[in-house]
């Protein structure tokens, strides 16, 4: 049960020509079983109906708060979003996905009964024709500062994704998102986030419904941003809790992870980026390669820097057999 306080949660809706999918994003928080809302949606910059759709959505509904800018990209929109925020807690939902209408309730539900800073649910992810899952077992993780964050930075546990979680607004004092990466940007604002977390809270129920799409921004990553910016966000997790010697590992390992796969898919020099002495360079460091837990990682980048044609067949061949390279592909 709830208790006798609802606080009011803002949920930040960032929208850009969705017109066929934001109507249904917004009957799915209008619908929600946790009155307590505020619904600030941020056009950003439509050319199509989606801002009047959000507006007719607006005059069944007082709660929704519709706020118009130029074109900015999603992080700004955000940002826009935060600083008109009113609630003492902050959720966001892309406006091509919707949710369940007891997600709110739960997520709130299960901040308040267990003190927690920071709620997060499973979601689905839809494609077409197929539903991926994640994960639905049903059960419940209550994690404190040090757990939550080794998991953040183990990428096993925490999804690094804004949608599926529900903030204390305290958290958001002094933090943004940095308006120029285009990529993986809730990697790093979560980073902050949860450093600043004390407890975390996950109840494992697809609440969230994450629509894959044709020409949708997470499937279309063919610029250059795509390469630079989850290095750029890796390596400022990397250099930021390098002091902290129980959690620096997982992170550096995560870096060294993506770098590798960009030069086994990509390529030795990236615009102008040359990763693979960017690995090179990266690997002098014995001490700190040496951290790391798996002899099989370290392995594999040895063998990535040193044979970087040889691992490039390899990859190769093995999404040729296993088609991993096609799981977010839409036809």
């Given at each position: 049960?709830?208790s006798?306080?609802?606080?009011l949660?803002?949920?930040i809706?960032?929208?850009?020509?969705?017109?066929?999918?934001?109507?249904?994003?917004?009957?799915?928080?209008?619908?929600?079983?946790?009155?307590?809302?505020?619904?600030?949606?941020?056009?950003?910059g439509?050319?199509?109906?989606?801002?009047?759709?959000?507006a007719?959505?607006?005059?069944?509904?007082?709660?929704?708060?519709?706020?118009?800018?130029?074109?900015?990209?999603?992080?700004?929109?955000?940002?826009?979003?935060?600083d008109?925020?009113?609630?003492?807690?902050?959720?966001?939902?892309?406006?091509?996905?919707?949710?369940?209408?007891?997600?709110?309730?739960v997520?709130?539900?299960?901040?308040?009964?267990?003190?927690?800073?920071i709620?997060?649910c499973?979601?689905?992810m839809?494609?077409?024709?197929?539903?991926?899952?994640y994960?639905?077992?049903?059960?419940?993780?209550?994690?404190?500062h040090?757990?939550?964050?080794?998991?953040?930075?183990?990428?096993?546990?925490?999804?690094?994704?804004?949608?599926?979680?529900?903030?204390?607004?305290?958290?958001w004092?002094?933090?943004?998102?940095?308006?120029?990466?285009?990529?993986?940007?809730?990697?790093?604002?979560?980073?902050?986030?949860?450093k600043?977390?004390q407890?975390?809270?996950?109840e494992?129920?697809?609440?969230?419904?994450?629509r894959?799409?044709?020409?949708?921004?997470?499937k279309?990553?063919?610029?250059?941003?795509k390469i630079?910016d989850?290095?750029?966000?890796?390596?400022?997790?990397?250099?930021?809790?390098?002091?902290?010697?129980e959690?620096?590992?997982?992170?550096?390992?995560r870096?060294?992870?993506?770098?590798a796969?960009d030069?086994?898919?990509?390529?030795?020099?990236?615009?102008?980026?040359?990763?693979?002495?960017?690995?090179?360079?990266?690997?002098?460091?014995?001490e700190?390669?040496?951290?790391?837990?798996?002899?099989r990682?370290?392995?594999?980048?040895?063998?990535?820097?040193?044979?970087?044609?040889t691992?490039?067949?390899v990859?190769k061949?093995?999404?040729?057999?296993?088609k991993r390279?096609?799981?977010?592909?839409?036809d």
């Amino acid at each position: 049960m709830l208790s006798e306080k609802t606080p009011l949660i803002s949920i930040i809706v960032p929208a850009y020509n969705i017109a066929e999918y934001i109507g249904d994003c917004l009957k799915s928080l209008i619908a929600q079983t946790y009155p307590n809302l505020e619904i600030i949606v941020i056009d950003d910059g439509s050319t199509d109906e989606t801002n009047a759709i959000i507006a007719a959505h607006q005059e069944q509904d007082q709660r929704i708060k519709l706020i118009r800018q130029a074109n900015q990209g999603v992080s700004a929109a955000r940002n826009h979003g935060l600083d008109s925020a009113n609630g003492e807690y902050i959720g966001f939902c892309d406006g091509d996905d919707y949710v369940d209408a007891e997600m709110y309730k739960v997520l709130v539900q299960n901040i308040l009964n267990n003190h927690a800073d920071i709620a997060q649910c499973g979601f689905q992810m839809e494609f077409p024709d197929r539903v991926y899952h994640y994960y639905g077992t049903g059960k419940k993780y209550f994690l404190n500062h040090e757990k939550a964050m080794l998991h953040y930075l183990k990428a096993d546990l925490i999804e690094p994704s804004l949608w599926n979680k529900l903030y204390a607004r305290a958290l958001w004092d002094e933090i943004r998102f940095d308006s120029e990466l285009k990529y993986n940007e809730d990697v790093l604002i979560n980073y902050y986030l949860f450093k600043k977390s004390q407890r975390f809270v996950f109840e494992d129920i697809e609440h969230y419904h994450y629509r894959m799409r044709p020409n949708s921004a997470t499937k279309n990553r063919t610029d250059e941003k795509k390469i630079l910016d989850p290095l750029k966000v890796l390596k400022t997790i990397v250099e930021d809790c390098r002091k902290d010697s129980e959690a620096w590992p997982f992170a550096y390992k995560r870096y060294l992870g993506v770098l590798a796969r960009d030069v086994q898919t990509s390529g030795a020099r990236i615009h102008g980026l040359d990763t693979l002495s960017l690995l090179r360079s990266e690997l002098k460091d014995k001490e700190g390669f040496n951290k790391l837990s798996s002899k099989r990682f370290r392995w594999h980048m040895a063998l990535t820097a040193q044979m970087p044609r040889t691992m490039r067949g390899v990859r190769k061949t093995y999404n040729s057999l296993t088609k991993r390279h096609k799981y977010f592909d839409i036809d």
